[in-house]
């Protein structure tokens, strides 16, 4: 037998609100049960991609929404819950009940409707919840069949490599749980729980005390939920008497698996980041992206000699789903997709990713043993291997000794809890249960009555999940550390000691008041001292604890509040020009506000974290416009992250995903701190939030008017180099020629009209004479420019804040055309000035002596980084640069047409120009 392949389905799931608003076009589509095809939205005349599945999905449209909240179908296409369980989760059953291990689990983008697939709604639940559900609806079917049932459930996440056990209130290990390899069995956590349950409103219980501790630690650690993988383990035994006595044990592991978001990560804007190699952004992602094509690539060539090794051991989640892929397992996964155009790449990532899975075959046997020769056995390999431990051979502390002892340690545990009675280890969990019980009943009696506070997060299944009390008098808010302690215990960032009180005077007024030193927003909005609470209002206490006020005392509770509606509000409030006003936005206008929201909570986490951990940067949003990025066209701006160190007093502008990569890092070394990880301080060369003086910057931009040239009038003028916040960097030189197509200056002439141009030769010679009055933190600069949308042209790199570029280009057009006359008569040329910085400890005095070295080309660039210092030296004019203050706010900011300052030369021809033209 060859063994079975790995099921796969896909799902497309309807547009979110956000889309709907943006317009989006449907990209994805499924003309029967099995086909999947996408089309790419900028080639809207090729034919779609088509991908054929065991089961495709559409729950994209043609439902309708019954009185109880129930999403049903409206038409036969529509997949609704239901169905998805009937299609897979019954196939887990099923094979759970024939004592195979079975593994489900869920690939996509954060977004795409993976945790809706496995988790659902209240309304409508997922393939999880009805599973558990069935599986004691089967159980109690089965009694009385000489057949004892028992079912254990253990729940732990993967989160940066590090496992972490979520039905214990024990503090995990530092680093984690450790992974451990059975002989036998393969690979397992190493004291991981596993408490015994007896009804689907217990196991219901276990899910929601896992997400509860999921999300206090989650946001404690400053961890990003959509990051972590998490794993709902369900093991099912079934004794059987036999006829001459003893039993037969037939067990199963079902594995539930809730993948991270497969976020497609975008090179080009991380490309020279020193620490792109170092910042694995998801390892287990990615290894298990490398284990299947490893798997797929096995199944194509079985019957070859060699074959690819597969890497299971790269990562904590592919040596625990070693089973699931290539193993002991009857395997499902199910990939969501998004159907919008502006997911079109993730999505045509996850379809790939899908389509290698189906080929992946696994073995799975039938997991029964007597019970009694499962002791013995047990029994016999502990004899063997305590004879092993004491019969010398061994170092003192050596790995193979204490490997010996963990699996005669291990093995002791499994034969102790064989000899146990199925009722033995429910008492020993019934306390438990009890107490869960009656505390969340309690809880939501108190909702009704006392005001609270309860949690958003980004993941809306860990939303509404913690919840703290306001009884009348005094609340106190502050970390673990406060004495005496606070009543409200909030740990992680930017949370102090004392950090708040809260104010409840017969529960009709609810204030807060922030103490000295503490970060407290409300509704986007800073606050200092007292402050009386609203109804609904969101709080964000420190870095990341966000919660919404309730007083059930009073009408008006609104249950519908997100964490994307709370994150609007604090871009809405953040002076960024982007996302305020009413009226109808653009779809551009959406895209950029969509990548605020999701970027500003993080950028608040950044400087929080970097002053946690002694980090002297600060770090702030910028909009970008087209021209300000050196591009002549453009529809709106970009979101780019300005970067201040203030030791070395220099700045720096780190695009999205250099930042994003960069995040990342600070969250891990953040989190290694609060491990008590003594290796957590990172030297220079490894520490995300530093940048060497020498990287590459952004100064600023000069836009250049080309419209002399449309006249054959040459020009040389000074224009301002203007950063991104509208101040004044400095002045470039640049000239501006008629040419010959021989290139040869044309002087003197001139055209009345620039049509007289068109159907005629003629060249251009742009010079990128020189800058004055730089910034004195400034060491080597270089331009960037475009001429007429010909391929971007670099001068040379020149040392001083007064550099000599002596750069020229000739631009050749045989013959001129109306669009090129048009372009020159009514467009700009932007100019862009790049440059690496000094240290504050190795600056010199203002004054430099630049140097030089002319460069001359032909329809040709000039290569970045080039030395100057091999070149002749020239004496730049110096100029006491007097600059804007610059702001401390982040702010929308548009490049205007700057002032022109004109040699006397360049104004007489511009003058015959227009005498000519009138």
């Known amino acids: 037998m060859g063994g079975d392949n790995v099921v796969v389905a896909v799902r497309v799931r309807p547009f979110n609100d956000r889309e709907k608003a943006k317009k989006c076009q449907l990209v994805v589509e499924m003309p029967d049960g099995k086909r999947t095809g996408i089309r790419d939205p900028n080639k809207k005349d090729d034919d779609p991609k088509w991908f054929t599945f065991d089961y495709s999905y559409w729950s994209h449209d043609g439902f309708k929404e019954e009185s109880n909240g129930y999403s049903a179908p409206a038409d036969s296409k529509y997949a609704d819950q239901r169905k998805v369980f009937n299609d897979l989760g019954k196939g887990v059953l099923d094979n759970a009940w024939a004592g195979y291990n079975c593994s489900l689990f869920a690939y996509g983008q954060t977004g795409s409707g993976k945790s809706y697939s496995m988790v659902g709604t209240k309304t409508n639940k997922g393939i999880i919840p009805i599973v558990c559900e069935e599986l004691f609806n089967r159980i109690g079917e089965k009694k009385g069949d000489d057949v004892d049932c028992e079912v254990f459930i253990s729940m732990f996440e993967i989160y940066c490599e590090k496992v972490r056990d979520l039905l214990t209130t024990k503090q995990p290990p530092k680093g984690g749980l450790k992974i451990r390899e059975h002989p036998k069995t393969g690979f397992y956590v190493e004291g991981l729980s596993s408490a015994p349950v007896s009804s689907y409103k217990e196991i219901e219980g276990k899910i929601n005390e896992g997400t509860k501790n999921r999300t206090v630690a989650a946001t404690a650690m400053n961890a990003t939920s959509s990051r972590a993988h998490t794993i709902v383990k369900i093991k099912f035994n079934q004794k059987t008497k036999k006829g001459g006595g003893g039993t037969t044990t037939k067990t199963s592991e079902i594995n539930l698996v809730d993948l991270a978001g497969s976020e497609r990560q975008d090179k080009a804007d991380t490309e020279g980041d020193r620490l792109k190699e170092g910042i694995v952004i998801n390892q287990s992602l990615t290894t298990l992206g490398r284990v299947i094509k ?285 996302a305020r006003g009413g009226g109808a936005k653009s779809k551009e206008q959406m895209i950029l506000e969509d990548e605020l929201v999701a970027l500003m909570p993080l950028v608040h986490r950044a400087n929080a974290m970097a002053k946690e951990l002694g980090r002297a940067v600060t770090f702030e949003i910028v909009l970008v416009s087209p021209e300000a990025r050196g591009l002549d066209k453009g529809l709106t701006e970009v979101v780019w992250i300005k970067v201040l160190n203030q030791t070395d007093d220099t700045h720096f502008l780190w695009e999205k995903n250099r930042f994003m990569s960069r995040y990342y890092g600070m969250q891990e070394m953040y989190e290694n701190k609060m491990d008590g990880d003594a290796d957590w301080n990172l030297p220079k060369e490894r520490d995300p939030f530093y940048e060497p003086p020498d990287s590459e910057v952004f100064i600023g931009s000069a836009v250049v008017f080309l419209q002399s040239l449309s006249f054959l009038i040459d020009s040389e003028e000074a224009f301002p180099i203007v950063d991104f916040s509208g101040n004044e960097m400095g002045q470039l030189n640049v000239s501006l020629s008629p040419c010959s197509v021989a290139g040869k200056e044309i002087r003197g002439a001139f055209v009345e009209q620039p049509k007289e141009l068109v159907g005629k030769n003629f ?100 290569k970045a980084g080039d030395d100057d210092d091999k070149g002749k030296k020239g004496s730049g004019r110096r100029r006491s640069s007097s600059k804007k203050k610059k702001s401390t706010e982040s702010k929308e900011i548009k490049v205007d047409k700057p002032k022109k300052t004109t040699t006397s030369k360049s104004r007489e021809r511009k003058k015959k120009a227009s005498e000519a033209k009138d």
Not at 494 to 518: D, F, R
Not at 542 to 557: D, E, M, Q, R, S
Not at 773 to 796: A, W
């Open 294 to 578: 490893a798997l797929a690539d096995q199944q194509s060539s079985k019957g070859k000699k060699g074959g690819n090794q597969v890497p299971y051991r790269d990562s904590a989640l592919t040596c625990l789903l070693k089973n699931a892929l290539g193993g002991n397992s009857k395997t499902i996964m199910i990939a969501a997709l998004s159907p919008a155009d502006d997911n079109y790449e993730e999505t045509l990532s996850t379809l790939r990713f899908a389509d290698r899975a189906k080929s992946i075959k696994t073995k799975a046997v039938v997991n029964e043993s007597a019970t009694e020769r499962m002791i013995r056995e047990l029994k016999e390999e502990n004899l063997r291997l305590q004879q092993q431990i004491g019969g010398g051979g061994h170092s003192s502390g050596s790995e193979e000794l204490e490997a010996l002892k963990r699996q005669l340690a291990e093995n002791q545990k499994e034969m102790e809890n064989l000899q146990k009675t199925w009722e033995q280890k429910l008492a020993e969990e019934a306390g438990k249960h009890s107490a869960i019980e009656g505390h969340d009943a309690a809880l939501a009696k108190k909702r009704q009555c006392v005001p609270h506070l309860w949690n958003l997060n980004e993941d809306p299944a860990l939303t509404d999940v913690v919840v703290h009390f306001i009884p009348e008098g005094e609340v106190t808010v502050g970390n673990k550390s406060a004495s005496p302690p606070a009543s409200i215990v909030l740990n992680g960032m930017a949370i102090q000691p004392q950090h708040a009180v809260l104010h409840n005077s017969g529960n009709k007024k609810i204030s807060i008041e922030a103490l000295s030193g503490a970060s407290i927003l409300i509704n986007g909005k800073e606050i200092k001292g007292t402050t009386e609470l609203q109804q609904n209002d969101r709080i964000l206490f420190g870095g990341n604890h966000l919660y919404v006020f309730a007083n059930p005392t009073k009408k008006g509770i609104d249950k519908e509040i997100t964490y994307e509606k709370a994150q609007q509000e604090m871009t809405q409030n953040s002076g960024l020009g982007v």
């Open 763 to 862: 060249a251009f010679k742009v010079k990128i004479l020189s800058a004055i009055g730089l910034p004195k933190r400034i060491n080597k600069t270089r331009c960037k420019y475009r001429f007429f949308g010909e391929k971007e042209v670099t001068t040379k790199t020149i040392s001083g804040s007064n550099p000599v570029y002596s750069h020229e280009n000739t631009y050749t057009y045989r013959p001129v055309t109306d669009k090129l006359v048009d372009h020159l008569h009514n467009s700009n040329m932007y100019v862009t000035v790049w440059g690496s910085q000094k240290g504050r400890s190795d600056r010199s005095s203002r004054t430099s002596t630049p140097a030089s070295t002319k460069s001359t080309t032909t329809n040709g660039s000039h």
